[in-house]
């Protein structure tokens, strides 16, 4: 941590953390940190990106996305404001099951339903100096557990969202979670069809998945226009994941709920009718000081030949992993080059 740390004020009594600002290293990168950023009141950040990526993200983890315009939306496009009170609903969502001490601890990471009263927790927002990277971290204080998730743009790939869980603890934990993101939007939803008409929407939604591979497929079963003519809905958005063996998936947030309370979850291959998700379900064991990570990988506008050739590459690409932290850095250095281009990179400390 760099000596330039300075305090924000909050403008609130109550709060009783100390928000901080301070420029912090990981992984060779240098990253603007606001500590206790839950005590500040939500503010929007412009998530930036090389390529045709845009997304718009709440500090409380609430975001729309998509790819050259709102018209190939992976999240709803709306306002500010109902993207900010979504986030429980919209993007990133994770619940734990801790077993130690013949005791099931459920942990929430980002949600409101969990006060302080329940844990004492900490939560941070990193963002990286050139913008095209964000990081949430909740740190868990009484279990001495961290979890922490990163949304990075990938030319090739789409969105690709890293999430890692560490053990700060001297304590072996069993862990049950289930972590991903909802409420996905099926390809050939226009903006204003989903502001107008959302549920009518719902209703055309089928959720699938490849169950070899693990592609989640987010498409309408037909396309929703106001003729009586057939239209066929030939394209979609898709998600996978990389890192965990073996998990059970999900592509509805219907069950979680029954995780909440500790009950069953079954898998889901095939859901119509509901918001689409995908969520990784597994069990996994963290000895003291260990971490685990993992990532989903989304994209939007693909058509039957983009499904085959991602379903190819996850199945036989063995190096798939180091093919997406390459491109992502790849994106990096070409936004880089395309500040620099227009004069943009500060040199002199002016």
């Avoid at 099951?97 to 459920?106: A, D």
């Avoid at 394209?235 to 965990?244: A, E, F, M």
């Avoid at 859901?271 to 597994?282: D, F, I, S, W």
Wanted: some cysteine.
């Amino acid at each position: 941590i760099m000596s330039n740390s300075q305090t924000i004020n909050t403008n609130t009594e109550s709060a009783t953390k100390n928000v901080s600002m301070d420029v912090v290293l990981i992984e060779g990168e240098h990253y603007y940190k606001i500590a206790n950023n839950d005590a500040m009141r939500p503010f929007f950040m412009s998530i930036v990106s090389d390529s045709n990526h845009w997304m718009f993200i709440s500090s409380n983890g609430g975001l729309t996305a998509g790819r050259k315009n709102a018209e190939f939306a992976l999240f709803p496009y709306y306002t500010d404001d109902k993207i900010t009170e979504s986030a429980d609903i919209t993007g990133s969502k994770s619940i734990f099951q801790i077993h130690f001490n013949n005791q099931i601890h459920v942990w929430e990471p980002f949600s409101e339903r969990f006060s302080e009263n329940k844990y004492a927790i900490s939560r941070n927002l990193y963002k990286n100096r050139y913008g095209n990277k964000v990081i949430f971290e909740e740190v868990n204080h009484d279990l001495e557990i961290t979890y922490r998730y990163q949304w990075n743009s990938s030319n090739h790939y789409g969105f690709v969202r890293k999430s890692e869980l560490l053990n700060n603890s001297k304590n072996k934990y069993s862990i049950e979670f289930i972590d991903g993101i909802q409420n996905i939007l099926p390809f050939g939803v226009s903006s204003d069809l989903q502001n107008a008409a959302s549920n009518l929407v719902d209703a055309y939604k089928r959720n699938q998945l490849h169950q070899k591979s693990g592609l989640g497929i987010f498409a309408l079963s037909a396309i929703i226009v106001d003729k009586a003519e057939p239209s066929e809905a030939l394209r979609s958005n898709i998600v996978w994941s990389l890192g965990l063996e073996n998990p059970n998936y999900l592509v509805s947030s219907l069950q979680l709920s029954k995780f909440r309370k500790k009950q069953k979850v079954n898998p889901e291959h095939d859901v119509k009718g509901e918001k689409g998700a995908y969520c990784l379900h597994t069990e996994i064991t963290l000895d003291e000081n260990s971490k685990k990570e993992w990532m989903l990988i989304a994209n939007v506008n693909q058509d039957h030949s983009d499904v085959a050739r991602t379903i190819k590459t996850i199945q036989n690409e063995k190096n798939i992993k180091d093919l997406i932290h390459q491109d992502i850095e790849l994106g990096t250095q070409k936004l880089i080059a395309l500040n620099a281009s227009s004069d943009a990179l500060q040199l002199t400390n002016d």
